[in-house]
């Protein structure tokens, strides 16, 4: 399944995911901050889309109340609710 999300807040301005029996197959930041977007896609491939939900949801970015990693546990759940 692949998915677009429009994030919220953060410099990003879209999210793409590809999802594979509830693992993560790739994750395409549109802007942001590009050496930590990057590194947030290799870092959650091949995990499980709830492990990654469960260790970004939350998570900030300075003084925004949301952060691309916390962006991306949103995205994840609502993907995940579509599957």
Same mark, same amino acid.
């Given at each position: #399944? $692949?998915?677009?999300? %429009?994030?919220?807040?953060?410099? %990003?301005? +879209?999210?793409? &995911? ?6 993560? $197959? ?13 590194? /947030?896609?290799?870092? &959650?491939?091949? #995990?499980? /889309?709830? =492990? ?6 939350? /998570?900030?970015? %300075? ?6 990693? =916390? ?5 994840? +759940? ?6």
């Amino acid at each position: #399944m $692949k998915f677009t999300y %429009a994030p919220k807040g953060i410099c %990003a301005r +879209q999210i793409n &995911v590809e999802i594979e029996n509830d693992i993560i $197959k790739n994750v395409e930041f549109i802007g942001g901050c590009n050496g930590n977007t990057k590194g /947030i896609s290799a870092i &959650v491939k091949n #995990m499980h /889309i709830d =492990d990654v939900i469960s260790k970004f949801n939350g /998570i900030t970015c %300075a003084n925004k109340p949301s952060s691309c990693p =916390d962006q991306l546990a949103k995205a994840l +759940q609502e993907a995940k609710e579509k599957l």
